[in-house]
Nanobody, 116 residues
Framework: QVQLVESGGGLVQAGGSLRLSCVAS????????MAWFRQAPGKERELVAA????????YYTDSVKGRFTISGDNADNTVYLQMNSLKPEDTAVYYC?????????WGQGTQVTVSS
């Protein structure tokens, strides 16, 4: 079974940091562009960051530039999202997926809550 499992979320004060992990199983994703998405209450899911194993290109949405870093470990089939200087508006459920996203790969996500 191919799946992506997110972890690392939690409750943190504004200005704090968290590191999210996404472990892929069932197959390798080394030929895909991998991404982190988030969905805040009452809002649509949005693309936060993405990178290509093959081309090394990286994308960040404007609101997280300079604060978040996406990276991956091909050997462990794991994608990370290092989040620094967190703000209350970063509060959301964070998901990893390919980019473009595959409906079959949406997991449970991991909750990030940033208190002011």
């Amino acid at each position: 079974q191919v799946q992506l499992v997110e972890s690392g979320g939690g409750l943190v004060q504004a200005g704090g940091s968290l590191r999210l992990s996404c472990v892929a199983s069932g197959r390798t994703f080394s030929s895909n562009t991998m991404a982190w998405f988030r969905q805040a209450p009452g809002k649509e899911r949005e693309l936060v960051a993405a990178f290509s194993w093959t081309f090394g290109r990286i994308y960040y949405t404007d609101s997280v530039k300079g604060r978040f870093t996406i990276s991956g470990d091909n050997a462990d089939n794991t994608v990370y999202l290092q989040m620094n200087s967190l703000k209350p508006e970063d509060t959301a459920v964070y998901y990893c997926n390919t980019s473009p996203a595959s409906e079959k790969l949406w997991g449970q996500g991991t909750q990030v809550t940033v208190s002011s």
